[in-house]
């Protein structure tokens, strides 16, 4: 395979929004699953999330508990995994927190078409790759992740980058932790937003697992592709 084997972990309320219309970030989950996605980030060779992401929630991306850095260091590795924004117009502000925490690479994912100036600034932080005229093009940045030695690729969202990937067929499983909770509103970001496929399109998804996680389920599925 010439990229990672790539997975998306995302938390969800029972009508399948990520946040609320105000994409204010919503607590959905409880103790257990941060544990349980700690352990995924600490095992993880990098985290890829999408530019609204940043902005929205401005994550640090970090793997939190120090058992899991230090078992990471113990292994010849950096405390953090490679964390991966996808920022086709190089809008990720300098002063974001993927810059100001934990140590390891930062790569900054950006389209051909970002301003040069921007570009500039932001190699003084993290690597830049350049790839697709106007929007990142996500199968060839998988790949060139991969000829980097990174093997496994945590993608945290949000909405739009979920989509991205799924529609490219570059996802192998999905993880969904689904909360006791309604969050409503048209406009509110669900699990994939973008353009949406078709009836003859529609990804087809293979559950293999099924956990009760406190007051919510943990829903696994391996990706089996298009239904027609």
Known sequence: MDRPFIFINSAMSADGKLSTKERKQVKISGKLDFERMDELRAHADAIMVGIGTVLADDPSLTVKSPERKAARKAAGKSENPVRVVVDSSARTPLNADIFKKGEGLRIIAVSNSAPEEKIRMLEK????????????????????????????????????????????????????????????????????????????????????????????????????????
């Open 125 to 228: 932080k993290a690597l830049v790759i350049k790839t697709g005229a106007f929007r990142v093009d996500l199968t060839e940045l998988a790949a060139k992740l991969k000829e980097m030695g990174i093997n496994s690729l945590m993608v945290e969202g949000g909405a739009t980058l979920n989509w991205g990937m799924l529609s490219a067929g570059l996802v192998d499983e999905v993880y969904t932790f689904v909360g006791n909770l309604i969050i409503g509103g048209k406009t509110a970001p669900t699990f994939t937003d973008g353009e949406g496929f078709t009836e003859n399109e529609l990804l087809g998804l293979e559950l293999f697992s099924a956990e009760k996680i406190e007051d919510g389920i943990l829903l696994k599925w391996k990706v089996k592709g298009k239904k027609n």
